[in-house]
């Protein structure tokens, strides 16, 4: 390709170091642009045309695409800014936590977000941020540092103090944990996916394998792929992604499809507000997925591997990049798995801040090192998926549910839960909740015994609404809590059981506030690509925000806006080319829906 | 030769609209329209280009299908049951042009678009607020006219993003990936690398992206000039196919001519030789027979 | 080839072939829609080898570049020729069947072993290895090249290995496989299938053929020279000895476009008549005795021209031309009627009904055929004939019909112009994207690539020489010296340099270029000149140091 680069821009020689280190020593290819971008943001706290020049020449990268590409990351600067870069989370669940007072002390003391901090000498800025993926610890913050060798690091339950002293020198003191109250004493004993949480050492794989791990997968070896297969399939496990899909039908049609090679996708991309049962999953108990995916690999033909996980989660990235190479070294990922000729790697991948390569397609285009825009389907993934070739994807929580399935067999699997829902599920309970956590229950509990699993709401208020299923779900009113948390049982009710997030909103919280905050979130977050997306986010976001003005300052005029709102949400879902622009009106829906128009005004203590 | 039949055709049977309609296989739904005569609006298709799909102003309802599908890009399947009026098509074509009305300047796109808003009946008005501040006010494109070079401008205030100038300057076409899109969502732009300015970037001036635009975003710069100074007028205007007199590939050339002056050069793109794409010389090159 | 001066393939035939080698032509700048179609077969998996000494905008794209010394093509093509023969990978069936002459050209390639080749190509024997098995091999091949093999003094001798290639493989005649000469002038194929040629009357036919040239003296009603006429080189020499005195040039531009600038211009106002007819007031026009202003073919008359793939096309008018300039045919009837002859009026339309008549080739191209199917290729002999993609698919034909086509024995033969000491460096030249020969008809329009005449040099050359980037520099050739600034082009090697032909009024590089001339083609070795290059800031002692300063930038 005859490529121009932008004259004149040398990269400095931090940047072009840390920029071959990334690429490595392996052939340079364009699935490599995300880790350079990564690795030059990493070093200079922005991709600066000399890196990017550098970055397109190794990679034969035509510069405008290279652009393109790190214009689309939320993590990633195109224009000079400070080392260090403070995101701070007034997403949902952080706002039902005080986030927005904490937004706006910051305002007033270091500036606007998104410029550089005043006192702090262009050392550092802050930003607002979406959803970290740390709701049960509200409100959460990801310090991310250029230069240095702390690297990225997340931030659970901050105060105001704790974010000052982060922007100012850049210490994360108010370290992110675990919280999954079903492991504190008394330790549920049915706990399943979450067993080996807060008992085993995570980054030890002698302890995984002494508590049960690789069992699963040595058992996979001897039955042989077609075994698994089935057991996959007899199962009934369906997807945890959010659509619900049979996971045995799935990886039947790649095992089958004649086109090599066959990849293998871990979809840890996990970015729907209100959602962090990956995360736990990933730190927790990481060999577990290494297991799982090692074993959905042999059982459809795959030799290699993606781990896509989000960029705002630090934690989980170095758990799982310690795992890897534990079980690289151990010779159960590589060329010979376990002594029995079985070949599979796994390459972990960071995403950069952008929700919308949670969707597959989007998901494979940004680890080809293109933009992460949805494809349009069909085809699908098992015949034309990661780098055109047939590709088994599936969440986290899917994969960990291989190791039961093949411990216990697949019909013992599918005897749990109800007949439409089978295993277990991880419910992600945050917002006004006594026990915000991650929590397990078989399929078939009701809303309500979640609830009250979690303490119930917090302070002994109101429940004015629950969104269920995640941004892109749907609000339910306190009358709907008995409806059982299954898909059939959600879908019978027009709700969705998306990510399983639980988030609770008690009668103080202005849920006009929360409808902006979702509409923007889906603004921020449309890749741009389709019309109905692109263009009806702003416009549901605007007609909302007139909708809550209006009724806050009695103003009539509010049918006008909620018919373009109906009008919105219509062509979003029906002509959006993937399921973001398809979502993007459910919740907003659904409230306007359900609760009357009036609910939208600030009630005055949240003033 | 060998005796063997170049491709056998199979062929697809679809219901769209409520008459039987027979295509070869692989024929997209919008060609399986346009030969049961159903005319569809589109925006970011071009026969001489990928489809991508992004408009979404030629989506028709399958049944059976949960969301609408874009026509452009999808093959007709044996027993589709395809309508191309019902309400919710209507709607979704009504929108997408009330939003595109709505947010970019459309006062130089080709005549069929404006046509085809209104026989949807979209009113883009409907989403003005009057209020041009605050949280609530409405977002547009609106930005200043790129000029940085003599030959074409760029204005992007009255751009749909539809990727046609992309894909041209890209794989469809020129190979030369000077511009790409960047940033995301509403704040979607086609940009060079770091908006730098054209002759700093990839750009050979093919205008390829000129050819392709359907809005004038990518305009000829004599073109831009004369409409600034009120002299541009299309019905004076005559196309004359001829042939570009540079090197010997015999790329047929349009020449648009308004009072005996060449004022806009095209391609046309269902020619075999072309298939629409021009490069520099044939494009602006043909100012030497001017300056006698 | 075998009789028929046109390339054998449709451009589209390379968007479906497995293998492309662009031998001596940077298509992605001179003809970039081409190049259009050569990027689709890529893209469809077709694996390119390109063949040329500066590593171009076009060889960016290949899979293998070779970059070979300027005219070692013989010697390039015979070594992957004779790999094929060792390797046992000649297409056997073909060459029985439809060749002539191949145990000659086995015979005469034996010495271009693949080390051989090596030495005097430059080309790593693996690669030369490696291009001859993958040609053999490949189901379809397309050779495509330009005028980096026609400009050297053994222009037709390079030409005729390449073709060798294609016969000892089979590559001809089929759809995917073929030869691409790419045109360098928008009609240089009609001009010659017209009959502009000094041995051809339209469609291909000979004037030394009595019966083909009974034929035209019916059409015409009176006797033709029976004898061919002179091409381009031999009117120059002939001007030399005296034998040409007037002359009438239509259309070009030679004070400015032939190798060997000071001797052109020498002979052109040497001679006793000079009449050029064209649309601007060019260099030659100036030292003319009369010039007639001409309409711009392309868009203020009505006519045809022939692409490189054999494609005749209508070209319209679309402009009226301005002042007194008049049509072509309109200038040469009222010549006829100056010097006794009335032709009439004649119209663009009557003067294709007579080719249509005479040529071969042409008799099924009607205006409204032509008009309706985005042009014709020839041959197409009748109206119902559908005109002619692929040439010679008759060698396909079992057992093949007409001659067969023949192997011609051609041997390496190094540019004429030495390097030596005194002119240690090569000059080659070529076009860039933007530009046009010598820049009469680009110079009308600005283009921001353009940046004005440079001598490119190779970093190691530059930092031997201690020249930098845009310092203005001295080009001596065995025939005079020019002077232009600097630029480092990574893409070149050591010892080669570059220049274009584009900006003649600023710097002549002709000056420099050698009029070497292949005498069956009769085109000039302008891409193969000798020269030094040297430092000019360091001002003789005695001058003053304004006077040069002066003299560079005038």
Redesign the interface.
Same mark, same amino acid.
């Given at each position: 390709?005859?490529?121009?680069l932008?004259?004149g821009a040398v990269a400095s020689d931090e940047e072009r170091e840390a920029i071959d280190a990334a690429i490595g020593a392996a052939a340079p290819e364009r699935h490599l642009l995300l880790p350079a971008l990564h690795a030059a943001q990493a070093q200079a706290g922005w991709i600066s045309?000399g890196a990017?020049n550098h970055i397109c020449a190794r990679l034969s990268v035509?510069?405008?695409?290279?652009?393109?590409v790190a214009?689309?990351y939320a993590m990633f600067a195109?224009k000079r800014r400070a080392p260090r870069t403070v995101h701070v989370c007034d997403d949902i669940a952080c706002r039902t936590k005080g986030a927005e007072a904490v937004c706006r002390s910051l305002e007033a003391r270091f500036g606007p977000a998104g410029q550089d901090a005043s006192g702090v000498n262009g050392a550092a800025t802050w930003v607002r941020s979406p959803c970290l993926g740390l709701c049960e610890q509200a409100p959460a913050a990801l310090v991310q540092r250029a230069g240095d060798a702390r690297g990225d690091e997340a931030m659970a339950a901050a105060t105001l103090e704790d974010l000052v002293l982060a922007v100012e020198s850049g210490d994360a003191r108010a370290a992110q944990r675990t919280v999954v109250p079903q492991t504190d004493a008394p330790r549920d004993p049915a706990l399943r996916l979450l067993r080996r949480v807060g008992l085993v050492d995570p980054e030890s794989l002698d302890a995984y394998r002494a508590h049960g791990g690789y069992a699963a997968l040595r058992k996979a070896l001897s039955m042989g792929p077609e075994r698994t297969l089935r057991e996959v399939t007899e199962s009934k496990l369906l997807g945890r992604g959010g659509a619900a899909f049979p996971t045995g039908r799935k990886w039947e049609a790649v095992a089958r499809n004649p086109v090599r090679p066959h990849f293998l996708v871990c979809n840890a991309d996990e970015s729907e507000p209100g959602t962090f049962k990956d995360r736990v999953i990933m730190e927790e108990d990481p060999f577990a997925l290494i297991e799982a995916m090692t074993i959905g690999a042999f059982a459809t033909g795959c030799e290699r591997g993606f781990l896509y996980i989000r960029g705002e989660y630090p934690t989980a990235t170095r758990r799982l990049e310690r795992a890897i190479a534990q079980a690289r070294a151990r010779g159960w990922l590589g060329d010979n798995i376990m002594g029995e000729g079985v070949t599979f790697d796994i390459e972990l991948r960071r995403g950069a801040g952008?929700y919308i390569c949670g969707e597959e397609t989007s998901l494979f285009n940004s680890l080809e090192g293109l933009?992460g825009e949805p494809r349009?389907k069909?085809p699908f993934p098992v015949n034309v998926g990661l780098f055109g070739k047939p590709t088994v994807v599936n969440n986290v929580e899917t994969f960990a549910n291989l190791l039961d399935i093949l411990s216990s067999g697949g019909p013992t699997f599918a005897s749990t839960g109800t007949a439409g829902s089978a295993g277990t599920k991880l419910f992600c309970v945050s917002g006004c909740v006594t026990r915000p956590g991650l929590y397990e229950t078989p399929f078939g509990s009701t809303l309500r015994a979640v609830i009250a699993l979690a303490g119930g709401v917090a302070d002994g208020r109101a429940l004015q609404a629950v969104l269920l299923g995640g941004a892109a779900g749907v609000f339910v009113t306190p009358d709907e809590l008995d409806m059982p948390l299954t898909f059939e049982g959600t879908r019978a009710v027009s709700a969705t059981l998306g990510s399983g997030v639980i988030m609770l909103f008690d009668d103080r919280v202005d849920l006009g506030d929360i409808l902006i905050r979702i509409a923007s979130f889906f603004?921020?977050?449309?890749?741009?690509?389709?019309?109905?997306c /692109?263009?009806?986010? %702003?416009?549901q976001e605007?007609?909302l925000?007139?909708l809550v003005?209006a009724r806050q300052q009695g103003e009539g005029g509010t049918a006008r806006e909620v018919t373009?709102i109906n009008?919105?949400a219509?062509?979003m /879902?029906?002509?959006? %080319?993937c399921g973001l622009g398809?979502t993007a009106a459910s919740a907003v829906q659904s409230a306007l829906q359900k609760f009357p128009l009036d609910t939208f005004e600030a009630p005055q203590e949240a003033q | 030769m060998d005796a063997v039949p170049m491709s056998f055709v199979r062929y697809v049977d679809l219901t769209i609209d409520g008459k039987s309609v027979r295509v070869p296989e692989g024929t997209t739904l919008l060609q399986a329209c346009q030969s049961a005569g159903i005319e569809t609006p589109t925006l970011c298709y071009a026969e001489n280009l990928t489809p991508v799909?992004?408009?979404?102003?030629c989506?028709v309802e399958v049944e059976g299908a949960r969301?609408?599908v874009?026509s452009c890009?999808?093959p007709a399947e044996p027993g589709m049951v395809v309508h191309t009026d019902s309400e919710?098509v209507r709607?979704?074509r009504r929108?997408?042009f009330e939003?595109?009305g709505?947010?970019v300047d459309l006062s130089t796109a080709d005549p069929k678009y404006l046509a085809d808003m209104a026989r949807y009946e979209a009113v883009p008005e409907?989403?003005d607020?009057g209020d041009a501040t605050?949280?609530?006010?409405?977002?547009t494109v609106q930005q200043p006219v790129k000029i940085d070079n003599e030959l074409y401008v760029r204005d992007y205030s009255k751009c749909?993003?539809c990727y046609k100038c992309v894909e041209a300057c890209g794989t469809d076409a020129q190979?030369?990936?000077?511009?790409?899109?960047?940033?995301?969502?509403?704040?979607?732009t086609i940009?060079?690398?770091?908006e730098?300015p054209l002759p700093?970037?990839?750009c050979v001036y093919c205008g390829n992206c000129i050819g392709v635009c359907p809005t004038g975003a990518l305009m000829f710069k004599s073109e831009h000039d004369m409409r600034e100074a009120g002299t541009w007028d299309e019905s004076k205007q005559a196309v004359t196919d001829t042939i570009c007199p540079y090197c010997g590939v015999g790329c047929t050339v349009q020449l648009h001519v308004q009072d005996n002056s060449i004022v806009r050069v095209t391609s046309p793109h269902d020619h075999d030789v072309t298939e629409g794409h021009l490069c520099i010389k044939g494009r602006f090159g043909f100012q030497f027979v001017q300056n006698r | 080839m075998f009789g028929a001066g046109g390339g054998t393939s449709a451009y589209r035939e390379i968007e479906e072939t497995d293998l492309i080698v662009l031998w001596g032509s940077n298509a992605?700048e001179t003809h970039p829609i081409f190049f259009h179609h050569l990027l689709k077969g890529k893209q469809a998996g077709a694996r390119m080898f390109a063949i040329d000494p500066r590593r171009t905008?076009?060889v960016?794209?290949a899979d293998v570049w070779m970059g070979l010394e300027v005219g070692s093509d013989v010697a390039l093509a015979n070594a992957i020729g004779r790999e094929i023969i060792a390797a046992g990978l000649c297409n056997t069936a073909f060459i029985e069947r439809a060749t002539s002459g191949f145990e000659e050209y086995k015979a005469a390639v034996e010495p271009y072993t693949l080390e051989h080749g090596e030495k005097l190509t430059g080309v790593k024997a693996d690669a030369i290895r490696d291009l001859a098995h993958s040609y053999a091999r490949a189901d379809r091949a397309q050779v495509c090249w330009t005028l980096g093999i026609t400009e050297h003094h053994n222009a037709v001798d390079n030409v005729f290995a390449i073709i060798n290639l294609s016969l000892l493989t089979g590559h001809i005649g089929r759809f995917g496989s073929g030869l691409v000469p790419l045109r360098g002038q928008n009609n240089v194929q009609g001009g010659g299938d017209m009959g502009a040629l000094p041995n051809k009357f339209v469609g291909g036919q000979d004037v030394e053929d009595p019966e083909l040239r009974a034929m035209f003296e019916r059409e015409y009603g009176r006797p033709l020279l029976e004898k061919r006429g002179w091409h381009l080189s031999e009117m120059f020499d002939a001007m030399e000895k005296g034998d040409l005195r007037a002359v009438y040039v239509l259309g070009e531009n030679p004070m400015q476009s032939e190798a060997d600038a000071k001797r052109t211009r020498r002979l052109l106002e040497g001679l006793d008549h000079l009449v050029v007819q064209d649309i601007f007031l060019t260099k030659t026009a100036e030292v003319a005795d009369v010039v007639l202003p001409a309409a711009a073919s392309w868009c203020e008359s009505e006519g045809t021209v022939t692409s490189s793939e054999r494609r005749v096309q209508r070209v319209r008018k679309a402009l009226d031309p301005p002042g007194q300039a008049r049509d072509d045919i309109e200038i040469l009837a009222a010549l006829a009627r100056r010097l006794g002859t009335d032709w009439g009026a004649p119209t663009a339309a009557a003067v294709w009904e007579e080719v249509r008549r005479l040529s071969p080739w042409h008799g099924g191209m009607s205006y409204a055929r032509l008009e309706a199917l985005n042009g014709l290729q020839w041959p197409c002999p009748t109206d119902d004939h559908p005109g002619s993609p692929t040439l010679h698919t008759r060698l396909w034909d079992d057992p093949v019909t007409g001659p067969r086509a023949p192997f011609e024995v051609v041997h390496h033969a190094p540019p004429v112009d030495e390097l030596t000491e005194d002119f240690p460096l090569r000059l080659t030249t070529g076009r860039r994207l933007d530009s046009y020969n010598t820049g009469v008809q680009t110079g009308g329009y600005t283009s921001p690539l353009r940046h004005g005449e440079r001598i490119e040099l190779s970093p190691e050359d530059a930092e031997r020489l201690q020249m930098v980037p845009g310092e203005v520099v001295r080009i001596v050739s065995r025939r005079g010296s020019v002077e232009a600034p600097v630029k480092i082009d990574p893409g070149l090697r050591p010892g080669l340099t570059f220049m274009t032909l584009h900006f003649p009024d600023d710097v002549e590089t002709n000056i420099l270029t050698i009029d070497a001339v292949d005498p069956r083609s009769g085109t000039a070795e302008f891409k193969a000149a000798a020269v030094r290059v040297e430092k000019i800031s360091v001002a003789p002692a005695a001058e003053p140091v304004g006077a040069s300063t002066a003299e560079r930038t005038r």
């Open positions: 390709m005859d490529l121009h932008i004259p045309p990017l035509p510069p405008a695409e290279g652009f393109g214009s689309f195109t952008a933009r349009n069909p603004r921020d977050e449309s890749c741009g690509q389709c019309v109905p /692109r263009i009806g986010t %702003i416009r605007e007609a925000h007139r003005d373009l009008d919105l219509m062509v /879902r029906d002509a959006s %080319i398809q | 799909n992004v408009c979404r102003v989506v969301t609408l874009p890009s999808r919710r709607h979704s929108l997408v939003l595109l709505s947010s409907r989403f607020t605050g949280h609530g006010a409405k977002a749909v993003l190979n030369t990936f000077a511009i790409a899109v960047a940033g995301r969502g509403f704040h979607a940009a060079t690398e770091f730098t700093d970037s990839a | 992605r905008s076009s960016a794209w």
